[in-house]
T-cell receptor
Framework: AQTVTQSQPEMSVQEAETVTLSCTYD???????LFWYKQPPSRQMILVIR??????QNATENRFSVNFQKAAKSFSLKISDSQLGDTAMYFC????????????FGKGTKLTVNP | GAVVSQHPSWVICKSGTSVKIECRSL??????MFWYRQFPKQSLMLMAT?????????EQGVEKDKFLINHASLTLSTLTVTSAHPEDSSFYIC????????????FGPGTRLLVL
């Protein structure tokens, strides 16, 4: 079965500090993509960062970076210099190539950035 | 970036009526679209995969006669909730990949459905 586990239902961080959200996944496929999506109170899903499984280098997007450990099937998100606008639900997800080709989502982590 | 729209953004209806939700890809063609349902404080649950020109593929446990999906063109998929009941109240989201690239998906803003 293909699953995504986010073990932190809720987290909080002070503005300007750094926070790391955890994610582990399980798939038997070898080709897949990993994602972190942000869902703010508006509920619009926003892609934060994406990682191709065949790439060893961790993806970065400005203040957002990932720690991708393929052997451990771990894909954590680090948010640096947290901003109030980062307050949102964060979903870890993956999609396989050549398999079901459907996004598999974790249950999400609610992140609150405090002033 | 690519844009996916949904209409309406919110709808309130009486129990027993049917409600149609539209999902449009505004600046790209989408042979496939996905419909999700999201309950408060929960994750997205995939309901079905909508394929242009063919029948939708429903996930296990989703009633296909209850949630009718039509993908009549390369830019439009519709989800009709038939004979809606209060338990159908939820947030419905669609997503679409451009062409065959499933790893890139653009999400609509969602539709809030409240059945009274």
């Amino acid at each position: 079965a293909q699953t995504v586990t986010q073990s932190q239902p809720e987290m909080s961080v002070q503005e300007a500090e750094t926070v790391t959200l955890s994610c582990t996944y399980d798939t038997s496929e070898s080709n897949y993509y990993l994602f972190w999506y942000k869902q703010p109170p508006s509920r619009q899903m926003i892609l934060v960062i994406r990682q191709e499984a065949y790439k060893q280098q961790n993806a970065t997007e400005n203040r957002f970076s990932v720690n991708f450990q393929k052997a451990a099937k771990s894909f954590s998100l680090k948010i640096s210099d947290s901003q109030l606008g980062d307050t949102a639900m964060y979903f870890c997800a993956f999609i396989t190539q050549g398999g079901s080709e459907k996004l598999v989502f974790g249950k999400g982590t609610k992140l609150t950035v405090n002033p | 970036g690519a844009v996916v729209s949904q209409h309406p953004s919110w709808v309130i209806c009486k129990s027993g009526t049917s409600v149609k939700i539209e999902c449009r890809s505004l600046d790209f063609q989408a042979t496939t679209m996905f419909w999700y349902r999201q309950f408060p404080k929960q994750s997205l649950m995939l309901m079905a995969t909508s394929n242009e020109g063919s029948k939708a593929t429903y996930e296990q446990g989703v009633e296909k006669d209850k949630f009718l999906i039509n993908h009549a063109s390369l830019t439009l998929s519709t989800l009709t909730v038939t004979s809606a009941h209060p338990e159908d109240s939820s947030f419905y989201i669609c997503s679409a990949p451009p062409g065959q690239f499933m790893e890139t998906q653009y999400f609509g803003p969602g539709t809030r459905l409240l059945v009274l």
